[in-house]
């Protein structure tokens, strides 16, 4: 069974650092894993994708990583922002079982930037 | 559409009422995913489609929960004689056809069982 854990639960740090989540997951037989952000009572938004393939992919400030072989992935926030304050999720989707694709998620980390 | 809809955004029901709760994914998706979120916790799986394939319904709760999906369009969750605990976001996600695609989500719906 698919487990997908992130540390640290929560993060709080002031404005202008460079900050690092971690996600680890168990099964290294996925598609890809994909990052996203949820802020209070919204929906998920996807901020980055990586194949299974990939090492690694970047948009903007945020550059993700993935070591499948070891079963972990990073986000690093570059210059954080009071904006990126929000809860940033990781998901696997695990590869061909039975025909389930279905995301596997972690519980998320809860950053807070302080202005 | 842009971006996958639920409807309602919002909804309040009395215990033991039949709620129905709707997702329209984005246009050519063929995966669509519906997850619940109860208040400060994680997302649990819940039920997930792929095109005209048996869905995967190992993460549905109990027989009072279902869903029906039309092709490659709608979906409605359906939740029978609902209790307390049922309240949550129900959050809907859809991707393309392949496991090497982004999946997206809609708003979610926030229910409230009174």
């Known amino acids: 069974k698919q487990e997908v854990t992130q540390i640290p639960a929560a993060l709080s740090v002031p404005e202008g650092e460079n900050l690092v989540l971690n996600c680890s997951f168990t099964?290294?037989?996925?598609?890809?894993l994909q990052w996203f952000r949820q802020d209070p009572g919204k929906g998920l938004t996807s901020l980055l994708l990586?194949?299974?393939?990939?090492r690694e992919q970047t948009s903007g400030r945020l550059n993700a990583s993935l070591d499948k072989s070891s079963g972990r992935s990073t986000l690093y926030i570059a210059a954080s922002q009071p904006g990126d304050s929000a809860t940033y999720l990781c998901?696997?989707?695990?590869?061909?079982?039975?025909?389930?694709?279905?995301?596997?998620f972690g519980k998320g980390t809860k950053l807070t930037v302080n202005p | 559409g842009a971006g996958v809809s639920q409807s309602p955004s919002n909804k309040v029901t009395e215990k033991g009422k039949d709620v129905e709760l709707r997702c329209d994914p984005i246009?050519?998706?063929?995966?669509l995913y519906w997850y619940r979120q109860r208040l400060g916790q994680g997302l649990e799986f819940l039920i997930y489609?792929?095109?005209?394939?048996?869905?995967?319904k190992s993460g549905l709760p109990s027989d009072r929960f279902s869903a029906e999906r039309t092709g490659e369009s709608v979906s409605t969750l359906t939740i029978q004689r609902t209790q307390q605990e049922d309240s949550a976001v129900y959050l809907c996600?859809?991707?393309?056809?392949?496991?090497?695609?982004?999946?997206?989500f809609g708003q979610g719906t926030r229910l409230t069982v009174v």
């Open positions: 996600a859809s991707s393309p056809f392949t496991g090497y695609t982004e999946a997206f």
């Open positions: 099964d290294s037989a996925i598609y890809n």
């Open positions: 990586i194949q299974s393939s990939q």
């Open positions: 998901a696997v989707r695990r590869g061909r079982e039975g025909g389930s694709e279905k995301l596997v």
């Open positions: 246009s050519g998706h063929t995966a």
């Open positions: 489609f792929q095109g005209n394939s048996a869905p995967d």
